[in-house]
């Protein structure tokens, strides 16, 4: 067994028997897939699931043929935009609403699905996942976004937030880092 291994299984617990429920488990790959992002303030991805099989995954990040802010610079930066304002004026799309495009563009319906997301959606994307038909949302990192809050409470979307759990996201975020 690696060290990579032995590590993942103390976290876990330490019995080779157990294993990560599936919230943790999709939500890892969550991150795994953030790992792709181009985005240069914050690395967001997000994994779409039906039954328990994933159907896309999507990250931040330029859309196809456009230069990446990881080789031409960040224009939210260059703007000096705060943070969860005017979200339009940046190259990226969005790691939930890429997750969507994704499963749109190989003809997979997302209705009655749920999408698991290293960061809470803002207020565009949860738009984007209640019209695709996403019935729960489960998210690691918080994004203060009272509107996009409020959108899922009135859509009736389920909103779960798992806060590290169990240390396996800490100990991902040192692997991949």
């Known amino acids: 067994m690696t060290s990579g291994t ?12 157990d294993r990560p429920g599936w919230d943790l488990y999709f939500l890892s790959i969550a991150l795994v897939v953030a790992s792709r992002s181009t985005c240069l303030r914050r690395r967001v991805g997000a994994v779409v699931v039906r039954q328990g099989h994933i159907l896309s ?18 224009l939210r930066q260059q703007r000096a935009i705060p943070s969860g304002e005017r979200h339009e004026l940046c190259r990226g799309a969005h790691a939930e ?3 969507i495009v994704q499963a749109a563009a190989t003809g997979t319906r997302t ?8 960061h ?6 949860t738009k984007v ?29 389920e909103v ?3 806060e590290n759990p169990g240390g396996l996201w800490t100990f991902l975020e040192e692997v991949l880092s």
């Open 97 to 99: 609403t890429n997750a």
């Open 120 to 125: 809470e959606p803002c207020g565009l994307c």
């Open 57 to 74: 995954t999507g990250y931040n990040g330029a859309p196809r043929g456009v230069p990446h802010c990881d080789e031409v610079g960040c």
């Open 6 to 17: 032995s590590e993942l299984r103390s976290v876990l617990g330490g019995n080779p028997k």
């Open 111 to 118: 209705e009655g699905a749920e999408v698991y997301c290293t």
């Open 129 to 157: 996942l209640i019209n695709a038909g996403i019935v729960r949302i489960v998210y690691a990192e918080p994004y203060e976004d009272p509107v996009a809050r409020e959108l899922r409470r009135q859509a009736g979307v």
């Open 160 to 162: 779960c937030h798992k």
